[in-house]
């Protein structure tokens, strides 16, 4: 018994710690109230415990009528203890759920359970199910046949706890996912020491470790800050978003952006860039008394109010803009830190944080970059352009989902051959109405978001897919375009080996293009690369030359069979004798140096004369052949023979 008093005693300790650290004036919410009733109910359960404990072993003695009486609320305290917790489990797991339905059925059915156990304990004076005194001293306590019930339904709750959240594992917390991982096992086997052991009391045991579980997992406030700056970080900014969805609150919301902090770390040293970012976020923190500031980067700041008049939050722009104008003393006197502004206004509904965040970030995006400070508002224009951007977005994704982007064709006429030798091959995205959007608008898009990966793979499986189905076809090459991620790309040979094998084409047939950009980016690496390819049978052709990225010694060190002209190079040749001028020695270096000419984006017969006259060896645009799909591409080659 002494053991049973000493570990509860610990354990109310440890409970009464928790609420000192957890006691807050300011961030109340659902939450705090939830996990403080955890804890007001944890005390007083084991409280309990430990006063019928020392009555039991004599060392207190009371009459048998108040004995009894405090049993009595030992056991209700202790199963509105469990229930408590378990709802407040079902909480945390359903916080950032839109569809509350399996929430507010869970609640119910643990309501249901402790109304249950409490009413059949009220019952207890008359049936003697959960417990009775076998003396006349009071002192031998003795269990009744339903005394396990309340581990019964602690057991089904759990059970309910696990099928919720493998129910909605994927959008459920990080910190939810840990604590389903170590609550439950440890819980389940406290219960089974428990019922092995009857005389040991481990109940307070195992209600002070979970809420100690809860705390460090979800109300310790030190796990919401960011440790440099002591503001609350990205997490906290989501959270007290998702507060903010219940009140219909119109926010106004600022994401701030230091620009030159990685140049101020390398002259300073990281330690002066701590500094002055410190002394940025007090700054922040104080500018705006009735906002909240977050750290929600390395260099971004986010702050969060709710101003209706947006001449009010256009004036506190113009107010933080002038600041940053002005040097900061945290490292040196002459020392700028230029900042680029996004804010918005904005009424969140649930589930909603992600998509503000990109819009502040998309806001933010449309400064580039701009040397000095400067603010941009998300606007009704703005607003537009982001439903339209995230419109396309969806539609790649879809189009990705469902390997519904389609292949088309470009033939590329041959000078001396006089007829089409060869074709680029294009991807074409429609959406879900058959209406096609541009690749000038999906494909950027698909760059900035990640997708450009996926679609490059999928291109080259439907290439090697219409090669495996058209060996005879009179073109002696078809080409299609790689970024920079693809070529480098430690998988990119055996991707073009394995479909290669799995289609059965000839590699002869395949050519990849790359964009002079592509190679600017790095050259050095890019050059490795396309030596190692070319050893393996892999040709090239230099896209888009002459844009102005790269200069030409570089470009002719690279193994390409061929270079592609931009079509910006001679677009106006016909009408411009200069350019022609410039453009015929190019060209002649280009062959010199044992390389195919094509010229790209010719759409008039001028312009097409004159190409001739520069002795390009292919051309390519509008006035031979448009992109067209897989089965007008084949006629086009029968009736062009």
Known sequence: MSFTITMETVSLLLTVLLFLFHFDLQNRNKQYYLFSACLAASAVSISMDILTALILNGSIEITYSLNYALNMICFFVQHLSFSLMVIYCFYLMFEHIADKHCYNIATRIVLLFCIVLELMLLTNPWTDWFFYFENAQNTLYMRGPFNKLAYLFLLVEICMICACYYRNRTVVSRAMRKLIRVAPP?????????????????????????????????????????????????????????????????????????????????????????????????????????????????????????????????????????????????????CYCPVHCAHMFTVPVPNDENRIIDQLEYTLSQIGDKPFSHTVFFDDELQRQYERRTYVLNQIQHALDTESFQLYFQPIYHCRKQKFTSAETLLRLFDENGTPISPAEFIPLAEQNGYIDEISWQLLEKVSTFLSRHPDLPLQTVSLNMAMQQITDRTFWNRIHGAQEAYGFSLDKLRIEITERTVSENPVLVHKIMNYLAEKGLRFYLDDFGIGYSNLYNMMNLPFETVKLDASLLQDIAENETRYRVMEPLIQMLHQAGAMVVAEGLETIQQVEKAHRLDVDCIQGYYYAKPMPEEELINFLQNNK
């Open 186 to 334: 440890m819980v389940l086997a406290l219960a089974s020491m428990q019922l092995m052991f009857e005389d040991t009391l481990l109940s307070g045991t195992m209600e002070s470790l979970v809420n100690l579980l809860f705390y460090i997992s979800f109300q310790n406030n030190r796990v919401g800050l960011d440790s440099l700056t002591e503001l609350p970080n990205r997490n906290t900014f989501i959270q007290e978003l998702a507060v903010k969805t219940k009140k219909e609150t119109r926010l106004h919301l600022i994401l701030l952006h230091l620009t030159e902090m990685e140049n101020i770390n390398q002259k300073y040293g990281t330690y002066q860039g701590d500094t002055l970012l410190y002394q940025v976020s007090r700054y922040l923190d104080q500018i705006l008394p009735h906002y909240q500031t977050f750290r929600f980067g390395n260099t971004r700041f986010l702050l969060m109010g709710t101003v209706q008049k947006e001449a009010t939050a256009h004036a506190y722009m113009d107010e933080i803009l002038k600041r940053f104008q002005k040097p900061w003393d945290a490292v040196e006197k002459d």
